[in-house]
C-alpha cells in the first residue's frame, strides 16, 4: 500500500507540474501579447497626433498656396519623426475643392514578446483630415454689429461709433443676442455671448439674423468694456502682444487666445458684420460674416450719454474654432478663418 500511494503522490506531482507548464507558457503568452498591444497602441497615438498636427500645419495654407499646404503638412510630419528613408510611409491630399488636407502616416511596429508566437511586425497607421472654413454660427461674441462699409484690415485704429438715439449716426451697433436688456446685454460684453447667433436650426445658419437691442444701453456698454479692459493682463493688452503676423492673417499667440481659455486676455473679439442699421429698435438684422477686433480703448470720456465711442483694430485671423461654431464654406471676405480637424 505505502508504495502504491507513494506512486499516486508522484503521479500526481508530475501532472500539476505538467500543467503549471502548460499554464505558464499560456500566461506568459498573455502577457507577451499585452506588452506588445501596448506598444501598439502608443505608436498608434504617436502617429495620430503627428497627422493631427501636419493636416492642420498644411490646412492653415488653404485656400491661398495649395502647394505650400503639402509643404508644411509634409515638414510637420517628418518634425514628427516621419523618415520614409527608413520606411515609414506618408501620403498627403490637398483638395482645393473643399480646401482641406488629408494626411495618412503608417509605420511597422516590431513585435518583441510576439515572436515566440511567430508574429514579427504590424503595421500601425492613423489618418487625419483638417478643413479650413468661415463660421456660420458662434457663441461667444461681442454684441455689436460692425457696419461692411466700416470694414477695413489696413493695420490702423477704427473709432466704432454707437448713438442710441440714431444708428445711422454710426457703425457700431449693440445686438440682443442672448435677450433684451441693459443687464443682458452687459454681461454678454464681459463675458461673449451664450447663445449661438443661428442656434434654433442648422438652415438658419445660412442666413444668420440676429435683432438690434432696445432703449439706450451706453452706461451697460459703457461697463461692459471697462471689464474687459481692466481684466486683461498687461502681458496681453497690445496687438504686438496677442497677435503675430503671418502673410495676411494673423496668429494667435497661446498666452493671450481667449478662444482656448486665456481669462487674462480679453480685449480680442470676433464681431458680426451687418450691412445696415434699419430704423428704430428690436429689428433683425443679416449677419454677412465674422471678423475679429482687437480693442484698443475706449475713447476719452466719450462713452455717456445717449454715444460711444470704442477704438479697435480690425483684424483677420486664423483660428482653432470652440466646439459651438460651425464651420461653413471658406468665404474670403470673412475675417475669421477657421481650421478644424474633420477627421
Not at 498687461?234 to 494673423?250: A, F, I, M, N, R
Request: hydrophobic letters at 35%; glycine letters at 10%.
Amino acid at each position: 500500500m505505502r508504495t502504491r500511494s507513494g506512486t499516486r503522490e508522484k503521479s500526481e506531482r508530475g501532472q500539476a507540474l505538467v500543467m503549471f507548464v502548460l499554464a505558464a507558457g499560456v500566461l506568459f503568452g498573455f502577457v507577451a501579447m499585452t506588452i506588445d498591444v501596448g506598444l501598439i497602441l502608443h505608436q498608434r497615438r504617436v502617429l495620430q497626433n503627428t497627422a493631427d498636427a501636419a493636416a492642420l500645419a498644411g490646412a492653415i495654407e488653404l485656400p491661398d498656396s495649395p502647394g505650400l499646404a503639402y509643404d508644411k503638412a509634409q515638414e510637420w510630419a517628418e518634425n514628427n519623426g516621419i523618415d520614409t528613408a527608413s520606411g515609414d510611409e506618408l501620403d498627403i491630399t490637398v483638395n482645393t475643392l473643399d480646401n482641406s488636407v488629408s494626411v495618412r502616416v503608417e509605420r511597422e511596429q516590431d513585435f518583441m514578446f510576439g515572436r515566440v508566437l511567430g508574429l514579427v511586425s504590424t503595421g500601425v497607421h492613423a489618418d487625419a483630415t483638417a478643413r479650413v472654413g468661415s463660421p456660420l454660427n458662434l457663441a461667444g461674441i461681442l454684441p455689436f454689429g460692425v457696419l461692411e462699409s466700416a470694414i477695413n484690415y489696413n493695420g490702423n485704429p477704427t473709432t466704432f461709433k454707437y448713438d442710441a438715439t440714431n444708428p445711422s449716426n454710426g457703425n457700431f451697433g449693440p445686438l440682443a443676442v442672448d435677450g433684451p436688456g441693459s443687464s443682458i446685454l452687459q454681461d454678454s460684453i464681459k463675458y461673449g455671448t451664450q447663445t449661438g447667433i443661428c442656434a434654433e436650426s442648422q438652415s438658419a445658419c445660412q442666413n444668420p439674423t440676429a435683432n438690434t437691442q432696445t432703449g439706450n444701453v451706453v452706461s451697460a456698454t459703457r461697463n461692459g468694456f471697462n471689464y474687459r479692459f481692466n481684466n486683461t493682463t498687461t502681458s496681453c493688452d497690445s496687438l504686438d502682444e496677442v497677435l503675430s503676423l503671418d502673410g495676411e492673417s494673423y496668429q494667435i499667440n497661446g498666452i493671450c487666445n481667449p478662444f482656448v481659455g486665456a481669462s487674462n486676455s480679453l480685449r480680442l473679439v470676433l464681431v458680426p458684420v451687418i450691412t445696415s442699421f434699419p430704423n428704430g429698435s428690436s429689428h433683425p438684422v443679416t449677419i454677412k460674416y465674422f471678423t475679429a477686433l482687437f480693442l484698443n480703448g475706449m475713447q476719452g470720456n466719450k462713452c455717456t450719454g445717449n454715444s460711444c465711442e470704442i477704438s479697435g483694430t480690425l483684424v483677420k485671423i486664423v483660428a482653432d474654432p470652440a466646439n459651438d461654431a460651425t464651420l461653413g464654406t471658406y468665404d474670403p471676405a470673412n475675417g475669421v478663418r477657421f481650421v478644424r480637424l474633420v477627421e
